[in-house]
């Protein structure tokens, strides 16, 4: 099976666990057998992954089938096909344990020449070049990240979409097609969990604001921010683990829902045990930083403006003691 069709085969995570009664729309009880939820700590995002904030642990379909079905993982796999096969040639129980064994040994894609082709289909495709318009997404960030635009097919299904490149191994893809509800992104296979944008931790900026999407990272750097994405809240982990230069302050700017303010208890916490500098951005109104600044984009920047004098006043200080 293609990387696409594999992860075609996992975007049914959602239609999975709906028909297990569980609904994706908010945080549920933790599925993982060895976690005693009563606080509903589990949350579904967008990436076809589920992730617990109470015991850190990261699924996606074939777990779930393998743990709420209780079968292993090769029955997993084989019962996903039987629920969603789409009618394709796909590969067999033994091909799909046999690379999954060798994937850590695999030499990873270089994407390299496919960002260059993408990125002139972008200057093409007046439809991309439009939704990054109308999300405040201007031309010159566009073209520092190197975004561009592809369409994928799944199946019988296509995903056009904004391409933002990871690394050159990877990249995540944002459905721009309003009545495609169904695929709203595809991640290369081994990269969910990679920050974008990663150098922003590491430059001699004083400051870097830390998001959970894309979107938000571009939102601020369109206004000469500093900052990262985590791709997911999923992804704190990752993040926590990371060598990171304590002279920076660091500004949370998750999303405005129950998984966001969950993810800034959270590392505000991991900040203050390790004597980490912070500062916390709320979008207040909005969903996250993207629709603060498409909808109010003066506001916004005030806001930025504001949240990095006092990231500002706090190195100067340190600076002075």
């Known amino acids: 099976m293609e990387d696409i069709e594999y992860e075609y085969l996992k975007s049914n995570l959602r239609n999975y666990l709906e028909s297990h009664g569980i609904n994706t729309s908010r945080m549920f009880r933790c599925i993982n057998p060895n976690h005693n939820d009563s606080n509903a700590s589990m949350k579904y995002y967008d990436d076809n992954k589920v992730y617990c904030f109470g015991c850190g642990e990261t699924y996606n379909l074939f777990d779930c089938i393998a743990i709420l079905e209780n079968v292993d993982n090769k029955e997993a796999f084989k019962r996903a096909l039987q629920y969603y096969k789409t009618g394709q040639t796909l590969r067999t129980i033994k091909e799909f344990t046999k690379e999954k064994n060798k994937e850590n040994n695999q030499k990873e894609k270089d994407y390299s020449r496919a960002y260059k082709i993408w990125t002139k289909n972008l200057d093409k495709e007046k439809s991309a070049k439009n939704y990054l318009f109308n999300r405040k997404i201007d031309e010159k ?3 520092r990240f190197n975004l561009g635009y592809n369409e994928f ?10 391409i933002i490149p990871i690394s050159k191994n990877g990249f995540t893809a944002r459905n721009i097609d309003t009545s495609n509800n169904e695929l709203r992104y595809y991640k290369t296979k081994g990269h969910h969990t990679d920050i974008f944008n990663k150098e922003a931790l590491y430059n001699d900026k004083p400051f870097c ?3 959970e999407g894309e979107f938000d990272c571009l939102s601020l750097e369109s206004v000469g921010a500093n900052a990262i994405a985590l791709g997911s809240v999923s992804n704190l982990s990752k993040f926590k683990n990371l060598e990171l230069n304590k002279k920076k302050i660091y500004i949370t700017a998750f999303d405005n829902d129950e998984a966001g303010e969950k993810a800034t208890e959270d590392i505000i916490k991991f900040f203050k045990q390790n004597k980490i500098k912070y500062l916390t951005y709320n979008s207040v109104d909005y969903k996250d930083v993207n629709e ?3 909808k109010d984009e003066e506001n ?3 806001c930025i403006e504001n949240i990095v004098k006092r ?5 100067n200080e340190e600076e002075m003691s």
């Open 153 to 162: 097919n799944f199946g019988d299904k296509t995903l056009k979409a904004i």
């Open 311 to 315: 990231a500002m006043k706090k190195v």
């Open 292 to 294: 603060a600044l498409v």
């Open 141 to 143: 960030t566009a073209k």
């Open 300 to 302: 916004f920047k005030f």
């Open 209 to 211: 604001f830390i998001t």
